[in-house]
């Protein structure tokens, strides 16, 4: 009996952990939303990590049909959505076959924004003000008037 208890122990231990990590994908996985709203998408470019998720959400009335060289999406109506698990680096730019203005980019990498060309940017720079230079002069001595006396004369 005590054998049987432990054998159906183990066996929910492992069906929990299976369907857990069924659920939470790859070790650092994560899922990210493009919301399909006002004919654009937001936000039109996005960084993620390999064996990352993207899901698009349609909030627009009209229906969007996206499509890219790794991905081709089923036509989507207001409300439904999309995903697609980028599994190798690169950049992945998509658009809506309906609406061929319509364009985003997606940068698989280690998760952070790549820079315009690829390079890192430059140091910034912290301004600096030098100080003001003020000159004093050591008042002249005055006459009787208040006029200068001109000096050695005295």
Known sequence: MR??????????TGSILTVAGLQLG?????????????????PEELAVA???AVTWVNQDTDAHDLQSDVFDAPPMQ??????F???ENGEVPY??????????SI??????APEADGESPPPTETPTTAAPTTTTTAP???GPLGLPVPLGAG
């Not at 996985?29 to 399909?36: F, G, L, N, Y």
């Not at 658009?95 to 985003?104: A, L």
């Not at 940068?107 to 952070?112: E, I, L």
């Open 85 to 87: 698990t980028f599994p």
């Open 107 to 112: 940068t698989v990498g280690d998760g952070t």
């Open 3 to 12: 054998s049987r208890l432990r054998h159906a122990l183990a066996l929910a």
């Open 26 to 42: 790859p070790a650092g996985a994560a899922d990210h939303t493009v919301e399909i709203k006002g004919l654009s998408f937001i």
């Open 50 to 52: 390999a064996g990352d």
């Open 140 to 142: 002249q001595p005055a």
């Open 95 to 104: 658009s809506c076959k309906i609406h061929t203005y319509m364009r985003g």
């Open 78 to 83: 207001k409300g439904e959505s999309f995903s």
